[in-house]
């Protein structure tokens, strides 16, 4: 991943298929998993180095580089998102004179942490290294989450023959057996059809049937009363099961708490160094989407 980084950051911008080509030439296949760009584009636009889709364009382009820090009251450690160089890495380590620590991620670059004694210390070495500090960089994130109500995803007809399919459980927070028939009465709920050819999502609103993403539709199936999100505030520690992982921007919030991609354990999704501030703002966040889908 360490290698496909680099390529963005001095590519700058392209489209889908540049980075599709790329990531297959430079990270390995794995058998029966996901392929090596989606595993790419998880990874990096999760830990803010990449942007992709509509937020660039209909390709991907990289995120300039910052060091996403907490909050500067009580924390003076950030991490480095976006384009990095070899030179960038050489001037940031030299500012930091042993203040910085690169530490190895399974499936993602590698995790560049800088520590400081104080946000005024910071700033200096910022600006000797010539990039910018984001103090409170997980709730800056989450400040640009609009959230979607499914009239703003466009209206579809449901498939028809040769797909099997399935409908998300809000008791089970996961995919149940269903059918055509089922999917074409229901007023409300979301249905995932699978085929050799592909994999589609449509939602179901007030008898209408819409395509949208799995992981905003989840949460209007949840509710603003979701339970999906578990909290240990005293480890710093938010969870979520694995197959309803938080959309877009709140994962990326999520994940830019520590730096680091959440890990999996018992069937959770778990995110760390989330503090009592990023954890109501991302309560609030989902909730919201909960709300918007009534």
Known sequence: ???????????????????KRKAAELLP?????PAAHNRAMWAFGSLAH???GQAAGGGWRVVPPVLAAGDPATSATAVLCGARSDALLERLASAAAGRMFTLPQRGAPDLVRVETASAGEMISLAREVGIPVQWNAALAVLAAYRVPS????????????????????????????????????????????SSDYGTRHIVRHAGISR???????????????????????????????ITVRPPGLIDRALVVCSG?????????L??????APVAAAVSAALRNIGEGAK
């Open 50 to 52: 990449c942007e992709f």
């Open 150 to 193: 499914p009239a703003s995803f466009p209206e579809t007809a449901l498939p028809s023959g040769g797909w099997k399919v399935s409908r998300f459980s809000r008791s089970r927070m996961d995919w149940t057996a269903s059918t055509l028939a089922e999917a074409g009465c229901a007023q409300r709920g979301l249905f995932r059809f």
């Open 1 to 19: 991943m360490n290698e496909l980084l680099q390529w963005v950051s001095a590519v700058a911008s392209g489209t889908d298929a540049t980075f």
């Open 270 to 275: 778990v995110y760390s160094g989330v503090t």
């Open 211 to 241: 395509d949208a993403p799995p992981a905003v539709a989840k949460f209007w199936v949840l509710g603003r009363r979701q339970r999906a999100m578990r909290l240990d505030l005293s480890k710093g520690i938010a969870s979520f099961p």
């Open 29 to 33: 296949s794995l058998r029966g998993g």
């Open 260 to 268: 680091t991609l959440p890990s999996v354990a018992e069937r959770h």
